[in-house]
């Protein structure tokens, strides 16, 4: 497609359901990221995948998440058992490769609010 | 450690003038990158301008311009000429060498007053 596309771009949920968030990066791009946006914290690095491999999950605030990425194009981003502290905006970036020059074209993001 | 610094939370500018948006960050690399990105409400990160630390001269496009001070650590964005669709969230950012993750500010919200 002409840019990333996330889906849902809202999603309202209760507190201790799961949840799935996906993203779809531009065409041909092989790095994806994912970070979170919310009050309190800021921007903030989740995970990174160079096509279908994540070498960098350091990000991740707990078990409860985790994504992968497959046929290096689409990532899916999961939240099990979600808590009021995951209310935020979920962001998925890609770029042409992996490196410090390249930048990151973001979709519009996932809103995510936990009840 | 705060590794990207924005200190002013907000600003205000008169549509057609010109303002300024500061940014410091902190690094023992010679040699990186540096950008800064818009947020509109519609959420989507956009990027204005990047800038390579070891090119001397400031990047510019259209409107946008960066004065930047590689030893005083120093990136701020120039908008001029400011327009009503320049009000957003601008954020800098560093992407840090492992995996180039983007380290970012924590924003500087513009006004533009028409």
């Known amino acids: 497609g002409a840019g990333v596309s996330q889906s849902p771009s809202n999603k309202v949920t209760e507190k201790g359901k799961d949840v799935e968030l996906r993203c779809d990066p531009i065409?041909?791009?092989?790095?994806l990221y994912w970070y979170r946006q919310s009050l309190g914290q800021g921007l903030e690095f989740l995970i990174y995948f160079q096509g279908n491999s994540a070498p960098d999950k350091s990000g991740l605030p707990s078990d409860r998440f985790s994504a992968e990425r497959t046929g290096g194009s689409v990532s899916t981003l999961t939240i099990q058992r979600t808590q009021q502290e995951d209310s935020a905006v979920y962001l998925c970036?890609?770029?042409?490769?992996?490196?410090?020059?390249?930048?990151?074209?973001f979709g519009d993001g996932t809103r995510l609010s936990i009840l | 450690a705060q590794t990207v610094t924005q200190s002013q939370p907000e600003m205000s500018v008169q549509e057609a003038e010109t303002v300024t948006l500061s940014c410091t960050y902190d690094?023992?690399?010679?040699?990186?990158?540096l950008f800064w990105y818009k947020q509109p409400p519609s959420r989507q990160m956009i990027l204005v301008i990047r800038q390579e630390a070891y090119k001397q001269q400031n990047a510019t496009e259209n409107r946008f311009s960066v004065n930047f001070q590689k030893a005083a650590k120093s990136f701020s964005l120039k908008i001029s000429d400011s327009q009503l669709g320049d009000a957003a969230m601008y954020f800098c950012?560093?992407?840090?060498?492992?995996?180039?993750?983007?380290?970012f500010g924590t924003g500087t919200r513009l006004a533009v007053r028409p």
């Open positions: 970036a890609s770029s042409l490769r992996v490196g410090r020059s390249q930048p990151q074209h």
């Open positions: 065409s041909g791009h092989t790095a």
């Open positions: 690094t023992s690399e010679s040699d990186y990158y």
């Open positions: 950012a560093y992407p840090k060498s492992s995996g180039d993750k983007l380290t």
